[in-house]
């Protein structure tokens, strides 16, 4: 049986990966044919550039284990989101080999649709057969705990809502009694730690969670060499929940286990979805609004003395300077030592000026500070270098926020947190926001900023 289970889910490993080229290879093939056009040399070229950049890009990314506990609906727009990065690649090759123009636009563009709606449903059938092979009853290993805590009782409570992970907690051994522990309801204690061994292999336990925290080492160590004389695999959960964890996760560097406490969201692929989707969405947005940006330059030029586009030094991704653009919206250029943040009825700014600031179309500019690489669309506002080296003195883990790029809009932004920070509070809150962002972004968290910044955004009672 576990034979079986295990070719299954081998075949099911590589299935995930040869089926999106294939499908994108056959979409194509596919739609030409609907159509009665010739499959001849621009759509094999096409197909092959495609399906070579699916292989890279359409595979599942993470563990089986993450993948099975993915939810739909992030899956699938994950999927749509590599989808649109794979199209803009292809794009950018037919505008600098001009060639877009041999093919059929009704074919192009029938494939485009059709492709991420079969990728998607593939995907979630292969995940669905492989959830319904690993849920079996019989496949369920057998788990206790050595040290009841939160970090061990979160674990537990994990484990039992997904049966993906087949295993089923059968309970904790700790020091303490029941009562001192206060346990919640169906959890049981075994034993105390000097019994752990002798049970495991009493009752054939075939996994063990050491859960006790890092100050009791010697403990762990101990725990471990008593544990040796069992078949059971053993795993140690560190209790890291202790610290404010930004991005954790387990690795290794040449063979050095190492867990990462504080780090970027845009590794690797991440990176490129994020790069993608900035210049994707910054390119469909300025198209329309140039000819806008043109008008406001005019008007800020001849309403009032001085440059329509207002440059200022702002911190970066790691601190690194920038320089941010916006059209300018006061009749005083600031960038020293010391900035004053505007204020509802402050006096330096133009008539104009009053009206970009409400509707957010002075920061407009910032499209090309994007396409430069400088800012994303989402992420940390960026602030004056005055206030960052203000604000860095007086908030706890402000300087994180710049671990990613700084964005045009961002979760702090579309909850609420805009406009002038008249007390230590407000950017208190704006910080914690950012840091939000940072611990759970994902391709779909952006894309609901980009909506919501979109829907009530532009208008809002504290931009002024």
Not at 76 to 101: M, V
Not at 124 to 146: C, G, K, Q
Not at 199 to 214: T, W
Not at 354 to 379: A, T
Request: net charge positive; hydrophobic share 50%; with cysteine.
């Amino acid at each position: 049986m576990i034979f079986k289970q295990n070719v299954s889910i081998m075949l099911v490993t590589v299935l995930q990966a040869v089926l999106p080229p294939v499908i994108v290879f056959g979409c194509l093939y596919f739609t030409a044919s609907l159509y009665g056009i010739p499959f001849d040399e621009p759509f094999q070229i096409l197909s092959i550039i495609a399906t070579a950049i699916g292989i890279a890009l359409l595979r599942p990314s993470g563990s089986m284990t993450e993948h099975l506990l993915a939810e739909r609906v992030p899956m699938a727009a994950g999927i749509l989101i590599r989808w649109i990065a794979l199209l803009g690649i292809l794009l950018a090759i037919g505008y600098a080999t001009k060639l877009s123009s041999q093919f059929s636009r009704r074919v192009i563009l029938t494939w485009m649709v059709l492709t991420p709606i079969f990728l998607i449903l593939i995907t979630l059938l292969l995940r669905e057969f492989t959830r319904r092979l690993l849920m079996v009853p019989a496949n369920a290993r057998s788990v206790v705990f050595a040290g009841c805590n939160d970090v061990s009782l979160s674990l537990s409570e994990r484990i039992l809502k997904n049966s993906e992970l087949c295993m089923k907690v059968v309970g904790f051994f700790d020091d303490r009694s029941a009562e001192r522990l206060e346990l919640p309801g169906g959890t049981s204690l075994l034993g105390k730690l000097p019994e752990l061994a002798t049970y495991v292999r009493s009752k054939n336990i075939e996994v063990i969670f050491i859960a006790l925290p890092i100050r009791h080492v010697r403990r762990v160590m101990d725990l471990i060499d008593e544990l040796r004389d069992t078949t059971a695999s053993i795993y140690y959960v560190p209790d890291i929940l202790v610290f404010d964890l930004i991005q954790a996760r387990t690795g290794e560097i040449m063979g050095i286990p190492v867990v990462s406490m504080c780090e970027t969201p845009f590794h690797g692929v991440s990176g490129f979805i994020k790069r993608a989707m900035d210049v994707f969405f910054s390119l469909l947005i300025l198209v329309p609004v140039l000819p806008v940006m043109g008008i406001i330059a005019l008007l800020i030029k001849f309403s009032s003395p001085g440059p329509a586009i207002f440059r200022q030094r702002r911190y970066g991704l790691d601190g690194r300077e920038i320089t941010v653009y916006k059209f300018r919206t006061m009749n005083v250029i600031e960038d020293g030592l010391r900035i004053v943040q505007a204020s509802k009825t402050d006096a330096r700014i133009t008539p104009i000026g009053k009206f970009l600031r409400r509707f957010s179309l002075d920061e407009l500019p910032q499209l090309f500070n994007v396409l430069q690489g400088r800012m994303s669309l989402v992420g940390p506002r960026p602030h004056a270098v005055a206030h960052n080296e203000e604000y860095r003195k007086l908030i706890k883990g402000y300087m994180m926020r710049h671990k990613v790029l700084p964005g045009i809009t961002g979760l702090a932004q579309v909850n609420g947190c805009r406009g002038e920070t008249a007390n230590i509070e407000d950017m208190q809150a704006r910080v914690n926001f950012d840091l939000e962002y940072l611990r759970h972004w994902s391709p779909m968290l952006d894309f609901k900023i980009l909506v919501l910044t979109a829907l009530h955004l532009f208008g809002h009672e504290r931009a002024y």
